[in-house]
């Protein structure tokens, strides 16, 4: 998987650490292309905005942010052809955006 790395993003009271951000290939590809928002995609993940999961993994993100024990992970569509996930580790050190082929 090819990764970049080395984004400067700023998010004003995140609910959680982020450590360093990541994104895959075919992110970036979105981002050049205008179709994805890094700062608001990440503001609305570390602000606690979960997307388009369904109220149980809603709570176990919560129970993750609370105990610091557990990956937190994000969905969101943005159209018929566009989803994303954001994943921050279980240990807060990486946050990772990627597309769904691309788990």
């Given amino acids: ?7 400067s993003i700023s998010i ?3 609910r959680f650490r982020s450590g360093q951000y990541v994104i895959t290939a075919g992110i970036r ?7 994805v928002n ?7 993940h570390l602000s606690g905005d979960w997307g388009d999961l369904d109220d149980s993994d809603k709570r176990a993100n919560d129970r993750a942010v609370s105990s610091g ?3 937190i992970f994000s969905s969101y569509q943005f159209a018929n052809d566009l989803k994303v996930y954001v994943i921050t580790e279980w240990d ?5 955006v990627l597309l769904p082929e691309e788990y």
């Fill in 69 to 71: 024990e557990d990956r």
């Fill in 1 to 7: 998987m090819s990764i970049e790395t080395h984004l």
């Fill in 92 to 96: 807060r050190s990486v946050t990772t």
């Fill in 29 to 35: 590809d979105l981002v050049v292309q205008g179709r």
């Fill in 38 to 44: 890094l700062g608001l995609l990440l503001g609305r």
């Fill in 12 to 14: 004003v009271n995140p």
